[in-house]
Each structure stands twice: as structure tokens, then as C-alpha cells.
Nanobody, 125 residues
Framework: VQLQASGGGLAQAGDSLRLSCVASGPTFRAYTLAWFRQAPGKEREFVAA????????HYLDSVKGRFTIARDNAKSTVYLQMNSLRPEDTAVYYC???????????????????WGQGTQVTVSS
């Protein structure tokens, strides 16, 4: 599957942005989907994931209550709604897809088979 992320941009603290990631291929609903981010000089970190059934989601502690991951299988799209943005949310955001749905490793970079190209989110104070 190929992933195409969009929706990043410049924001001020407290603003909202919505990221989208469109997937190609007929088996979108078979994938666990996730968002990761990578700030300059830092490792890529898990942000949020949503399982195949769409009913189970997982979040980085620092984004809980501010970010929401959702999927639309009919549109082969996964979203990340980001509210109450903070300067520390500044990073390149990547969407990712996993075929195997291993719950114990859902937060690990190595789990994911496919990656989008990344979209920059910059939050100023």
C-alpha cells in the first residue's frame, strides 16, 4: 500500500490542524494505521494508532485529550485531528500501516510495513 499524508502547516499555540493520509490499494481496512512524528535531532515517536475495526485507539500520553485518530475505510483515509497545539508538537508527522496488528508492539516504529512521506507541522508560541 502507498500512503500520502497532507494537512500540515504553520499554527499558533492553541490552534487546531487536521492531518489526512490517503492510502492506495484495495485492502485498506485490513491494516492497523498510525501516526508518528519526528522532531529535529530526535527519534521518531509514536503519536496515535487505530486498529482495523476502528473501535480501538491508542495515544501517546502527551497528546491524549488533544489529538484524535480516526479512519474512514470507504475513503481509504486516516485522520489525525490535533487540537490545543503546543510548540512541542512541532515535528514532521508520518502516517504508517501495519498488516499484522500485533497489539503488544503497536507503538513501535519497527512494527509498521508502510510509511507516508511526512508532513511538517510547526507550532509557534
Amino acid at each position: 500500500v502507498q500512503l500520502q499524508a497532507s494537512g500540515g502547516g504553520l499554527a499558533q499555540a492553541g490552534d487546531s490542524l487536521r492531518l489526512s493520509c490517503v492510502a492506495s490499494g484495495p485492502t485498506f481496512r485490513a491494516y492497523t494505521l498510525a501516526w508518528f512524528r519526528q522532531a529535529p535531532g530526535k527519534e521518531r515517536e509514536f503519536v496515535a494508532a487505530i486498529r482495523r475495526n476502528g473501535g480501538s485507539t491508542h495515544y501517546l500520553d502527551s497528546v491524549k485529550g488533544r489529538f484524535t485518530i480516526a479512519r474512514d475505510n470507504a475513503k481509504s483515509t486516516v485522520y489525525l485531528q490535533m487540537n490545543s497545539l503546543r510548540p512541542e508538537d512541532t515535528a514532521v508527522y508520518y502516517c504508517a500501516a501495519d498488516r499484522h496488528e500485533i497489539l503488544s508492539s503497536i507503538r513501535m516504529v519497527e512494527t509498521y510495513d508502510f510509511w507516508g512521506q511526512g508532513t511538517q507541522v510547526t507550532v509557534s508560541s
